[in-house]
């Protein structure tokens, strides 16, 4: 069995491990040399580039994702030669562009923010003037990490983003109490995996601390964000991890905030945390292998991510301090505010398990 | 941080998860190309050949093994040209000889059969003699998994090994209720990690199924166990995993079988089924890090061998039957009565347990 990833990120290094357990052969199509997947990198070369990412399909089974930016161009000639690409082109298209996102949703009659196409300051004046006079606005495509994301609160204020050419999505600024994230795994052949719902803690819109489960998610919200999930993940047609990132509200409504179909930062706790994790049933299900249990190891997962670094020179206190504390490391270079790694501490006392994955993550700032 | 492992089996290749996990980087002299540790192999060359050994060693912060067949003039030699070598090549030296791991252990005060160092025929017939007429002979060199070691019922049981030159060991055949092994982790600055003692159930002197911790182990035993283990690691000077095989035998003494300086098939279970593997550990170890938490997930864990597979194309079949059951892929050809994977489930009911992993490893029949 051979998957085939392309990028070569934290995401495909993460896949490597439950690869070996499995006996699964892991084939990596990296954009650049030393990569954080540099152990099963077999290929370096652009992704945009149909040539070289036929030539890398040719020798898999499948074809899946460390991101969402391999060009529809690029997934329709991989489709039309055979190969079989999970998730496949029409839900990725989905996760690609923000505007097609919440035009899906909305037609599914899933919860959304309120939200506009907007295509010049004038448009999107006149959804600030219904909306309290404050809005998010989301560029449709490449954005991450809170990048291509604004709060606007005049008429002008994406007008560098409009220059540039295209719609922009604008939505309401929804008050949020949290931000939730639930996990699924689908199969082609239609099975589902389920993990709790976990609770996300953004900083400067990067993903900073996850609890899982979140904390007083049993009974209906655990009910509905599951639900949601699923019915993303039937309706799309989505195949591997899907996360829909949401928004638990000041009235306590859910709403959807983001989708990403690949393992996610909010389900990295899963690798320490859960009998399956995302990295493993992502595989299962693109390969189209039965599920994983989805249960956890103990009542709470605390995963807390390390922006910056080094991580590796700083074992030696942190691991003394916390040796309980699992650590991963991406092999990236250490930059201020990059994300470098993440640890993860389980347990069931929820303020030692949060206590000691901060203190381990504090290690390396 | 970078690690140098001689020998591409499938416990190099266990390394593999937790060294990109803590993003240290893992080497590995195999004897051929398509090992166990095919992603990390960065080398294929003979590890009895001086040169080739000091050439990989050049590039890594410590050598440590997959096995214990690495002569002492290559160790010696490493040493010598300022490689650290863990465990160290006096410690090597009592897991590679089975005559003076006897002698050493004595000399330690440690309880092991009873034994003789024989040269002749004539001598292993007096042992037989004053030892109810039947021993157990073993060569010093060279056995695992069965090989090298006989019962014998009469003085010229072991002729053909005589004939090969070199004493061998003799023991009285042990009247044992079970084996056990235990599992400690030992860093050079002193530090010990001790895992919980095990049962290990072998077919055909093969380890066929390991249960973690060994039922009904708490107190007396599970104390002698650790004791046991920790006095040969320290007295030793043993660094990194080492495992100690026991007998406990119908009279309830604790004898010490074999040792093991390197992780070892009674510890599989700890991939799964504890905070921190013995392979993370081992890396951990020799790295002189601060060592992980031993404790358990759940109060059963249960490691039964796969003997023969093929493994990958019957998961089907597998997952979908045992959900909760992790599985364990060495990535070697399926061959009868070889060792290709393992299969790991935990939990609270050791019935069921046993029952998911038995089942989950006889689709691999």
Known sequence: MRVGVIGGGQLARMMIPPAIALGIELRVLSENEGSSAVQATTAVGDYTDVDIVLRFARDVDVI??????????????????GVAVRPGPAALAVAQDKLLMREELTRLGLPV???????????????????????????????????????????????????????????ELVGFRRELAQLVARRPSGELGVWPVVESVQRDGICAEVIAPAPNS????????????????????????????????????????????????????????????????????????????????????????????????????????????????????????????????????LDEVVYQARAAAGFFE
Chains 1, 2 share one sequence.
Do not use: C
């Not at 899946?64 to 030669?81: R, Y």
């Not at 006149?126 to 990048?147: I, M, N, Q, W």
């Open 64 to 81: 899946t994702f460390d991101h969402e930016h391999v060009p529809q161009e690029v997934l329709a000639a991989l489709v039309e030669s």
């Open 113 to 171: 923010p309120e939200w506009a196409r907007v295509a010049s300051a004038a448009e999107l004046g006149a959804f600030l003037e219904t909306h309290g006079g404050s809005a998010v606005v989301k560029t449709p495509r490449g954005g991450y990490d809170g990048k291509g994301v604004r709060v606007v609160r005049s008429a002008d204020g994406a007008d560098d983003w409009f220059a540039r050419g295209g719609d922009l999505l604008v939505e």
């Open 218 to 349: 049993s009974g209906r919200v655990a009910d509905l964000a599951a639900d949601i999930a699923t019915t993303v993940a039937e309706s799309l047609d989505v195949t591997g991890v899907l996360a829909v990132e949401l928004f638990e509200t000041s009235d306590e409504r859910i709403l959807i905030n983001e989708l990403a179909m690949r393992p996610h930062n909010t389900g990295h706790w899963s690798i320490d945390g859960a009998r399956t994790s995302q990295f493993e049933q992502h595989l299962r299900a693109v390969l189209d292998l039965p599920l994983g249990a989805t249960g956890t190891h103990r009542e709470w997962s605390v995963m807390v991510n390390v922006l910056g670094g080094p991580i590796v020179p700083r074992y030696p206190a942190a691991m003394v301090d916390q040796p309980t504390v699992k650590f991963h490391d991406y092999g990236k270079e250490a930059r201020p505010g990059r994300k470098v790694g993440h640890v993860t501490a389980i347990g069931n006392d």
